[in-house]
């Protein structure tokens, strides 16, 4: 069985900056300061961004280390609160829900997440736009788990092994768009789908060391053949429509 981990933000949906005012806004009320714009590391997870947010705002090491606990839990009841606008900044990004839908009905294929986004963070975000299920975030791995990215795929196989059985999981794709996500592919040795629709251009991916680099998931049949034709595990890579197909070679 191959586990396809999807990184969230920037990979499978993009919410604009709702997210990131709801991290400015609540750094600043825990420091006292006035809302700014602060700078957020594309890929990391949700603790070393706060963390930074809080620095950057005025707060010694000791007391954003503090002031973690309590900003952590207003991220969620934030994010929460703004889901309304998540229709109005946010959508899915090209090709995705085909993709993942194909891949739904691939037998021997599991998918779920690998992100810097708190469990219950992320959930909001992907329910938001349907997209779980398909997406089983039982076998997924999140920043609330390790602030350490490339400490989340043993965490990642370790829950894909208790729902589905340890003899039954094997190769792991990540598909993500930052260069963290590629480090954290290589890190742990599993095959990498880079995709340039965030803040990362596709020859700084392919720099970073990513498998395949794809501007989009938009051609189906390319982006099938890049997730599972390296490692598919006894998963068969299903055929798209005819309107969809390219000669596979062609990235």
């Not at 990362?200 to 991916?205: G, I, M, P």
Request: include cysteine; glycine fraction near 8%.
């Amino acid at each position: 069985m191959v586990l396809v981990l999807w990184d969230v933000d920037q990979t499978l949906l993009d919410i604009g900056t709702v997210d990131r005012q709801v991290w400015f806004s609540l750094c600043a009320d825990l420091v006292g300061v006035p809302v700014r714009p602060a700078a957020v590391r594309q890929g990391s997870t949700i603790r070393p961004i706060l963390r930074s947010i809080l620095r950057e705002y005025g707060a010694d090491p000791a007391t954003a280390e503090r002031l973690l606990p309590e900003a952590l839990r207003r991220e969620v009841a934030g994010v929460a609160a703004a889901r309304p606008r998540f229709a109005e900044h946010g959508r899915v990004l090209p090709g995705v829900r085909a993709v993942v839908a194909a891949l739904a009905r691939t037998a021997g294929v599991v998918q779920s997440v690998l992100t810097g986004n708190q469990v219950d963070t992320a959930r909001l975000k992907l329910a938001a736009f349907g997209l779980v299920p398909p997406l089983d975030l039982a076998a997924g791995a999140f920043g609330s788990d390790s602030e350490d990215r490339p400490a989340l795929v043993p965490v990642a196989r370790a829950r894909a092994e208790a729902a589905y059985g340890a003899d039954r999981v094997g190769p792991i794709v990540l598909v993500g768009d930052s260069r963290l996500d590629v480090e954290t592919a290589r890190d742990n040795g599993v095959r990498i789908v880079a995709v340039a629709t965030g803040e990362t251009s596709r020859e700084a991916l392919a720099a970073a060391g990513a498998d395949v680099v794809l501007d989009d998931l938009a051609d189906q049949r390319r982006a099938l053949a890049a997730i599972l034709g390296g490692s598919t595990g006894g998963a068969a890579v299903p055929t798209a429509s005819p309107a969809a197909a390219r000669p596979a070679d062609t990235w």
